[in-house]
């Protein structure tokens, strides 16, 4: 793909997809953001044009809306499209599976109906290691780990769009489809003027601590020290978010020649526990951190982290920041947060 070519960015405006197109600004590629600002504020486009130095194309609008998606293909010769707009929320997603399964599912229907009558065929689509449900046996998992049985509907939405999205291609060989399937996403643009800012009380980890550290939370509650791993806390892969940024950039880059549908765990490779994160995170704020033994949170996967060596071999993309780069950023982002909050 040549990289003036204009990307959609469903989805731009949040937490990964506001990283990537910064990332796809300084590649050179033009992207163009429609988001409906379920999940996300309006204010972060001004933010992103401040990291990138320019203007920022932004639809307002809804990827389940077809004629809205028409009229956006028709204005713009898109190249590709990077597919981030979904709701995310694992809890909520319990509650209430059928706004998931409509919203996650029916917006990526509507996108690949458009995409095919536009004759626009490369696809990049955020998945997730969720799709793993537990894993049996190793918890270094690569590509051909069997699926296990996601633990949410929301996991349930990534594995039934990988599925509608491998029916689609087998229909249509001209349609180049990615996933990418992320482990934890943590951190924030090293400029802290972007970053993750759940809504309400935080379910993941990282902006638990962040809003604990700074005050709006008491304490953090460390889930299970039983589990069988070397500190008796659970473990993951976490990845700063400007690396998953980079992977999209490498994906279109892949994308550039026919290739058949592919899989890339998008992971560092390495294991991190609850109680090492807390360690890297007192590092980074240099004060010590609120935090207590609880029990398990149900659901929780003990150890998962992934084998990204496809993603290395294949597309040239490896992660390339650290745990404690990660930590930092998003706690200078809380805190630029905080000051603007305190300022307006
Ligand atoms: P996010 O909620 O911050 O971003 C999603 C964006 O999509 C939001 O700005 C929201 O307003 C928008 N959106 C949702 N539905 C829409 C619709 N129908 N039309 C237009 N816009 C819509 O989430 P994120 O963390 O940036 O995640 C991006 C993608 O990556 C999602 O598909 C998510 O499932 C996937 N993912 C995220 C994680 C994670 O831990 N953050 C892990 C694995 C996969
Ligand atoms: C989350 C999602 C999962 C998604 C994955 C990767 C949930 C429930 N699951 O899971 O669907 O695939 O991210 O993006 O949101 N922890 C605490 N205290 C807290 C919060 C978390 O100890 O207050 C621990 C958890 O037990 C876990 C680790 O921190 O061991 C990470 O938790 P979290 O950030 O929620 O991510 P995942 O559990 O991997």
Redesign the pocket.
């Known amino acids: 793909m040549k990289k003036t070519e204009k990307i959609l960015v469903t989805g731009g405006a949040g937490y990964i997809g506001s990283h990537t197109v910064i990332e796809l600004i300084e590649q050179g590629y033009t992207p163009v953001i429609l988001d409906n600002f379920s999940n996300a504020h309006p204010s972060v486009i001004p933010l992103m044009e401040a990291i990138a130095g320019e203007p920022i194309l932004m639809v307002q609008g809804d990827c389940n809306d077809s004629e809205l998606l028409r009229n956006l293909f028709s204005e713009h010769d898109f190249s590709g499209v990077i597919h981030f707009a979904a709701f995310k929320?694992?809890?909520e997603s319990v509650a209430n599976p059928l706004k998931y399964y409509q919203n996650n599912l029916f917006s990526l229907i509507q996108l690949l109906r458009v995409m095919e009558e536009f004759k626009v065929t490369k696809l990049v689509f955020s998945s997730?290691?969720?799709v793993y449900g537990t894993p049996v046996g190793a918890t270094k998992v690569d590509e051909q780990t069997q699926l296990g049985v996601?633990?949410?509907p929301?996991?349930w939405t990534k594995l039934m769009c990988e599925q509608i999205l491998r029916d689609a291609v087998i229909a249509n060989p001209k349609l180049q489809v990615i996933f990418l399937r992320?482990?934890?996403?943590i951190g924030a643009h090293p400029s802290g003027k972007i970053g993750e800012f759940p809504q309400g009380v935080?379910?993941?980890?990282?902006p638990?601590m962040t809003q604990t550290a700074s005050g709006i939370l008491p304490q953090?509650?460390?889930?299970?020290n039983d589990y069988p791993t070397p500190d008796g806390?659970?473990?993951?892969d976490y990845i700063h978010v400007c690396d998953l940024a980079d992977a999209h950039i490498c994906a279109l880059d892949y994308l550039s020649v026919p290739r058949e549908l592919a899989v890339f765990n998008i992971g560092t490779g390495t294991g991190v526990s609850?109680l090492e994160?807390i360690a890297a995170f007192e590092q980074a704020t240099g004060k010590p951190l609120n935090w207590k033994f609880?029990p398990?949170?149900v659901?929780?996967?003990v150890k998962?982290y992934a084998d990204a060596q496809s993603a290395a071999e294949k597309m040239n993309w490896k992660a390339t920041r650290t745990v404690n780069d990660a930590v930092r950023d998003a706690w200078k982002w809380e805190q630029n947060r905080l000051a603007n909050e305190n300022r307006n």
């Open positions: 929320a694992v809890g997730s290691c969720t996601p633990n949410s929301y996991g992320y482990f934890n996403p935080p379910n993941n980890i990282l638990y953090l509650t460390v889930y299970g806390t659970c473990i993951r609850v994160l609880g398990r949170r659901g929780d996967v998962i």
